[in-house]
């Protein structure tokens, strides 16, 4: 007990140092966390990849406003496009869905089991030609109704600003190490790695953010609306891929 209690000492007075004083709002008491969920992807699967879970041991976990919404340099989800344009100015080119998704099948990528795809969109704006009016790497907007349904950061897009600067504190930033994530969002995740791409995806449904890591960096950021109640349970399921693609990879 006395060494549990070291531990979540120290981890709160990193929280409270990083932390902005929204965020230091009062949370609702957080549900018992499950255990990460783990799905191992195959070069070329000879059958559909078996979701196995592995214990994680009771951490404290950060505060969680209850239904918050990630924002980066003044976009979010939800946002109309026309106020996106206002911040990150017109868009390099937009792609309907029909396009887009005919891109990524001819990639090889199974779009069931995408999390852009999961969460929806009828159009793509992108970004990625270093033309976005902010400092943080925009890649991609995907939108749907007139509405930001997922946005993109990723470190491969060249920014104005330090890569390292783009994430969420404590300690979950572009280019910085992977144990950030579990540091700033929780255990409560379905992770996706890919032996053929190496990279593996963390998907935080219910904190509306999926974080791909790529050569032991935090490289992509997948941003959208909390996915919870039923709509969760049947996107984690279809996150079971049936390619050895890795979902949340641009």
Sequence with gaps: MDRWLARWASWLGSAIVASSAACAASAPPLDPQAPATVVQLQPVPTSVPVMATEPVAAEPQPPVLAGAV??????????????????????????????????????????????????????????????????????????????????????????????????????????RDPRGIQETFGSRFIQVESNTSGHTSFHFLERGITVLTKDRQIAVFDIYLPIVGPRRDFVAQSLEPSSGQSPGTP
């Design 70 to 175: 990630l924002e980066v340099g003044g976009v979010r989800p939800g946002m109309t496009i026309d106020a996106l344009r206002q911040v990150l100015g017109p868009e390099a080119k937009s792609e309907p869905y029909d396009a887009v998704r005919a891109t990524w099948e001819a990639a090889g990528y199974d779009t069931t089991a995408q999390i852009e795809f999961l969460v929806g969109f009828d159009t793509v704006l992108t970004y990625n030609e270093g033309n976005a009016r902010t400092t943080h790497p925009f890649w991609s907007i995907f939108a749907q109704d007139g509405r930001v349904s997922v946005m993109k950061l990723t470190k491969y897009v060249p920014g104005t600003g330090p890569l390292s600067n783009t994430g969420f504190p404590p300690s979950c930033f572009l280019t």
